[in-house]
């Protein structure tokens, strides 16, 4: 993977379901093979972003939480 | 595609911010939304919506709920429910409460995209998961 192709969507502040539907936004123009990187503050995020996860079938590559932000790492892999 | 049925009848705002909510979220996890709007709720969905109605029983908690939104960055369920449309969640009127109420379409403000009957609310419906809000 290249790391330009390498996107982070900054949802941090955002409330449920600002960051999932921030991701869902660029899914849309995302194609095989792009990284995206989530950065939200939202406490559900870390449930909602593996159950987003498993629906579309795209890859999970990193979930990490720091000191103020969840950090999900996630590589397209299921568009069609 | 999995599909989501929500049939919003409360007209109270405390019942409305999940509608938005839901409705948002599922379209943001790829499904196939679809609200159907009767009963008291088809008042906060005209050009001139009714005022914010609360239930009774929790009106001494609706300053903490506005603020608590306010200061978790929520947006209203309104524009929720626009979030949700730009992402292809359709909203319906039921055309009988619509009768009813003396609302025909152009009453209608402009989350709704049609009015209908309930028969294509059940045709759109089947196969998925149905809320009652």
């Known amino acids: 993977m290249s790391e330009k192709e390498k996107k982070v969507i900054d949802a941090r502040g955002l409330s449920c379901p600002g960051p999932i539907t921030n991701l869902t936004k660029a899914y849309r123009n995302a194609k095989n093979g792009d990284v995206l990187e989530i950065w939200a503050t939202d406490p559900g995020f870390k449930s909602d972003i593996k159950a987003w996860i498993e629906r579309t079938k795209n890859e999970l590559v990193d979930l990490k939480e720091d000191k103020d932000k969840i950090i999900a790492v996630i590589k397209i892999t299921a568009k069609k | ?133």
């Open chain 2, 1 to 133: 595609m999995s599909k989501l049925s929500i049939i919003v009848y409360s007209g109270t705002d405390d019942k409305l911010i999940p509608v938005g909510v839901i409705a948002q979220g599922a379209a943001a996890m790829g499904m196939d939304v679809q609200i159907f709007v009767t009963g008291w709720a088809l008042t906060k969905f005209t050009k001139k919506p009714a005022s914010p109605v609360w239930p009774k029983e929790f009106e001494n908690m609706v300053p903490l709920l506005m603020e608590g939104m306010k200061k978790n960055n929520a947006p209203s369920w309104v524009d929720m429910l626009k979030e949700a449309k730009s992402m292809g969640v359709k909203i319906y009127a039921c055309s009988l409460m619509a009768s009813v109420m003396g609302l025909k379409k152009e009453d209608f403000n402009e989350l709704v995209d049609d009015v209908v009957g309930v028969a294509t609310f059940l045709q759109n419906s089947e196969g998925g998961q149905t809320l009652f809000i």
